[in-house]
């Protein structure tokens, strides 16, 4: 089944504690991105990637890092993350221009 | 980057078609119009996407004006389990940044 896959799906963890949040695609897909939404604030672009090896800053970027080494991952990277990164995050990945993006299933963070 | 309106919130009833409009006045030549529908705590699913004129696949159909400085996104005879947010999406789709989800329209379908 085509989709993209995030891991884990809930999280709690303390502030400072560096964290992984994976993300798998399995369609061959050259785009990614990841996403966080928060109540009333909608969904915010936090880094995308449009190839292996280039990677580029979304609208909130800060506290956040991202590689992509092979085309099918993109793992977003909290160096030390704080409760102000409390959020659901999305990872999404599109075969190129003029397409949508699939969406992962979400991952929900809590820092506490 | 064209900034995208739409209603906050719409309410239907089973069987209608509903209609949910996007005006993107600054919409730029190259821009695509792409929408999206979400469930609570689920990723947003991709729903269609055009250019000009009119596109339709399964699930929907966009009309898009000569102008393009609007879109209206039809869904016909909507179910109960089309109870979601819909966002209305204007960006080039030839670079992965600056896709800005707005605050969507709240779609409520009622029996």
């Known amino acids: 089944e085509a989709q993209v896959t995030q891991n884990p799906r809930y999280l709690i963890t303390v502030t400072g504690k560096k964290l992984t949040v994976t993300c798998s695609q399995n369609m061959n897909h050259e785009y990614m991105s990841w996403y966080r939404q928060d109540p009333g604030l909608g969904l915010r672009q936090i880094y995308y990637s449009m190839n292996v090896e280039v990677t580029d800053k979304g609208d909130v970027p800060e506290g956040y890092k991202v590689s992509r080494k092979e085309k099918r991952n993109f793992p977003l990277i909290l160096e030390s993350p704080s409760p102000n990164q409390t959020s659901l995050y999305f990872c999404a990945s599109r075969p190129g221009a003029n397409y949508g993006y699939t969406f992962g299933s979400g991952t929900r963070l809590t820092v506490v | 980057l064209a900034k995208t309106t739409q209603p906050i919130s719409m309410d239907s009833y089973e069987g209608q078609e509903v209609n949910i409009t996007c005006s993107h006045n600054n919409i730029a030549t190259n821009d695509y119009i792409t929408w999206y529908q979400q469930f609570p705590s689920q990723g947003p699913r991709f729903i269609i996407q055009?250019?000009?004129t009119k596109v339709t696949n399964e699930v929907a159909s966009l009309f898009i004006p000569a102008d393009r400085k609007s879109s209206t996104l039809s869904l016909p005879r909507v179910s109960l389990s089309d109870t979601a947010v819909y966002y209305c999406?204007?960006?080039?789709?030839?670079?992965?940044?600056?896709?800005?989800f707005g605050p969507g329209t709240r779609l409520s379908v009622l029996p």
């Open positions: 055009g250019y000009k």
């Open positions: 999406l204007v960006g080039v789709e030839n670079y992965g940044q600056n896709f800005v």
